[in-house]
DNA sequence: GTTTAGCACTCGAGAAGGTTGAGTGCTAAA
DNA sequence: TTTAGCACTCAACCTTCTCGAGTGCTAAAC
C-alpha cells in the first residue's frame, strides 16, 4: 500500500521540476535532472504506478506528469525538507522587520509586506482573536459638540478608535464622567463578558452626574459598539499583483476570480480561523488546491501559521500561493516571520 | 484648420462607437449604426482626412480607425455631451453614501467604493490637504508605561493617531501636563507653523511640571512628529480587480505594470495633486494616456475632480480607467459623488 | 521478480498554406 | 462635393501537415 522508497523520490523529484518550471514531468527530463541508476523505462513503470494510485496525473496521453492534489499532499507530509532559511534570506527579512513597532497594526502591515516581498506570493496577516483578552482603557475625547471619538485599549496591546455622534448639548465634561465612570467598571473585564449590560450597570454604579436614562442610554451604547468593534479581525494582504506574473494565471478569468474573493477580508479572515480551529496543534496548517473551502481559489494553496501575543495563542500570518508552490522555502519564511512576530510581541 | 461640422460628428461616433465595443469602427458600421445622411464612400473620405489630421489611427490598412490621443482630447473638450445621472443612477450612489458619517476618512472609503462599483473602473479619494488648516485638539493617552496614544484633532474634521514611545519611568500625570501645555498653546494655529520651536515653546509656557530638558524635548519631539504625520495625504483606492476583465488589459503584463504602479500610494497621491495644481480652477481634470506622466499607466486615462470641506478646496478624487472610458458618464458619476461628499462636509 | 532496450503509438504545438470578409483608397461619373 | 464601383490589403480563422516529447507494451536480460 505505502510507497517505496524510489517512488517517493519519484514524486518528489516530480514535484521538485513541476514546482520549478510549471512543466509536465517526463520521465527523461527526470533521469537528466536527477541521478536516478535507473533507465527511464523503470521510472516510467514508476510513473504508471504513481498515476495509478492517485499521485499523479496526465494532462493528455503524450505529455509528462503532474502531481496531483493528493500528491501534493504525500509531498508535505512526508518528503519535502523544511531547512533553514539562508542566513541572507533571514537578514533581509529582519531588516524589513528590524524596527520595533508599537502598534500590533503597524507590526502585522509590516510582517504581511514582508512575506509578500519574500515569498512572492501573497501573504496575509490577521489581528489577533481578543476574545481572551480584557478593556484596560476606554476614551471618550469631544471632538467637537455632537462627535466623539472613543478609543479603546485592550490588554493585547490592541488600540481601536471610533467616532460615535452623541446628542449635541452633552458637554465635555458630561461626556469625561460618562467614559470614567465606565472605563473604571469595565477595566479588567474580558471582552466576552462585556455586554450593553454589564457597560449599563458600570456606568450607573460609578457615575456621579444625573442624566436622563433614555439619553445615558445613547452614549452607553455607542461606546459598547466601539468597544465590540475593538473585536473584529483585521486583515492584511499584500503581493496580490505579484500573482499575474505566474503562469497559472495568465488567463486574466483566474485572476480575477481569485481577487474578487480575496477582496472580501471577512470571509479570508474567517477562513484562516476555521483552519486554525482545525490544526489547532499543529505549528503550520496547509490547505491545497480543492481541500480549500473557499470559492474563487481554484488552484490555490494555503499555508497559514500562529503567533502568539504575550505567550498566549493569537493571531494568524499566512501565504496563498499557486498550487505549484515552493512550499518548503514557504514554510520556512513564515515560520521566520512568525518567530520575529513572537519576539516583538512577548511581553 | 478647424473641423466641419460633419467631420466633428464622425470623430464623436468614432468614438463613442469604440468606447462601447473596443473594435476599430469601419465605414460601413458608421452608417449602419448611425443616421448620416451621406453614403460610406463619404465617410470614407472625411475619415481619412481626420486621420491625416491625426485625430484617427489605423491599427492596420484593412481595418477600421481608432481615435488617437489627440482625437480623446477634442471628444472631451468640445464634443461629448456630459448630462446629468439618471435618477436611477443617483439613487444607487446615494443609497451607498446615504448614511452620514462622522469622520472624513470613512466618507472617502465608502465614497471610493461608491464610484468603483458605479464606474466600474478604479476609484480613488485622497484626504484634504491639511496646510491650511490648523490644530484643535491634541491627546496624549497612556497606554501603558512608556507607550503613548497621540491623538491629533484637525479643524477640518480630521483625527489621527499614532502611538509613540517615551521614556518608561514618566507617570500619566507627567504626559497628561505635557499634552495640555502643548494643546494649550498650539490649539488654532495653522499646521504650517506648527515646527518644533512652536511646540516646544507652546510646552514651556504653559508647563507646570520640572522635567529635565532633554526628556521634555524628547517628547515633545514625539508629538511633533505625530502632528505633522497627521498632514500626509492617505489614499483610499478601490475597484482594481475589475480591470482584468477588460480587454485591453487581458494581456496580464500590462495589468501588472498598472498595478504595480498604484501600489505605490504617495505616487498616486502626489499625481493627483500635481494635476490638481496645473488645472486648479476646472471643473474637472483629464489626463489622457500619454499625457499621464505616470509611469505604468500605459493606456490609461485619468479623471479627477476636487471635493471641499467647509466651503474651502480640499482633496481629490477621482477615477482612473483605460483610455477607452466612458468620459461622458463618469465624469457626471464623479460629479455627483462629489457633490455628496461637498454636502457632508459642508461645514 | 525487476530492469531494460526497443518499438509502435498518441497527441499537442507549431508551421504552412488557403480562404474569408471587413475594410480601405482611388477613380470616374453624377 | 458626393457617390458607386472596383481592385486591393491583411488580420483572423481554418485546415493540414510535420515534429517530437512522451507514453505503454513486449520480450529479452539480469
Redesign the interface.
Known amino acids: 500500500m505505502g510507497l517505496d522508497n524510489r517512488k517517493k523520490e519519484v514524486l518528489q523529484a516530480i514535484v521538485d521540476d513541476y514546482v520549478a518550471t510549471c512543466e509536465p514531468v517526463g520521465s527523461k527530463a527526470l533521469i537528466d535532472r536527477h541521478d536516478f541508476m535507473v533507465s527511464s523505462a523503470t521510472l516510467r513503470n514508476d510513473m504508471a504506478e504513481l498515476e495509478r494510485m492517485g499521485y499523479l496525473e496526465q494532462p493528455h496521453t503524450s505529455a509528462g506528469r503532474i502531481p496531483s492534489d493528493k500528491g501534493y499532499r504525500e509531498y508535505v507530509n512526508s518528503l519535502m525538507k523544511v531547512d533553514h532559511l539562508s542566513d541572507e534570506e533571514g537578514r533581509e527579512i529582519k531588516e524589513k522587520l528590524g524596527k520595533s513597532f508599537?502598534?500590533i497594526a503597524?507590526l502585522l502591515k509590516a510582517a504581511s509586506a514582508a512575506l509578500a516581498d519574500q515569498t512572492g506570493y501573497i501573504s496575509l496577516a490577521v489581528t489577533p482573536k481578543l476574545t481572551s483578552s480584557y478593556l484596560?482603557?476606554l476614551?471618550m475625547?469631544m471632538?467637537?459638540p455632537g462627535?466623539v471619538?472613543v478609543?479603546v485599549?485592550l490588554s493585547a496591546?490592541v488600540?481601536k478608535?471610533r467616532?460615535?455622534?452623541i446628542p449635541d448639548f452633552l458637554t465635555q465634561e458630561q461626556v469625561a464622567q460618562i467614559s470614567n465612570a465606565v472605563e473604571q467598571g469595565l477595566s479588567g473585564m474580558p471582552l466576552s463578558e462585556i455586554s450593553l449590560i454589564t457597560v449599563a450597570t458600570a456606568a450607573k454604579d460609578n457615575q456621579k452626574v444625573e442624566l436622563p436614562d433614555a439619553l445615558l442610554n445613547q452614549v452607553l451604547y455607542e461606546a459598547y459598539t466601539a468597544i465590540k468593534q475593538a473585536d473584529n479581525l483585521d486583515v492584511y494582504m499584500d503581493g496580490?499583483?505579484r500573482m499575474?506574473?505566474l503562469p497559472e494565471?495568465?488567463d486574466?478569468k483566474r485572476?480575477?476570480g481569485l481577487?474578487?474573493t480575496l477582496?472580501h477580508d471577512g470571509l479570508v479572515a474567517g477562513y484562516v480561523d476555521e483552519v486554525a480551529q482545525q490544526d489547532g496543534k499543529k505549528e503550520y496548517m496547509i490547505r491545497i488546491c480543492q481541500e480549500i473551502t473557499l470559492e474563487g481559489l481554484d488552484g490555490c494553496s494555503f499555508i497559514t501559521t500562529t503567533y502568539n501575543v504575550g505567550g498566549k495563542v493569537a493571531g494568524n500570518i499566512g501565504v496563498i500561493g499557486p498550487k505549484r508552490m515552493e512550499y518548503s522555502k514557504v514554510i520556512s519564511q513564515i515560520n521566520f516571520v512568525r518567530m520575529m512576530i513572537d519576539e516583538q510581541l512577548k511581553q
Open positions: 508599537d502598534e503597524s484596560t482603557q476614551k475625547l471632538i467637537e462627535k471619538l478609543v485599549v496591546g488600540v478608535n467616532m460615535v455622534r496580490k499583483h499575474l506574473s494565471f495568465s486574466t485572476a480575477q481577487f474578487d477582496s
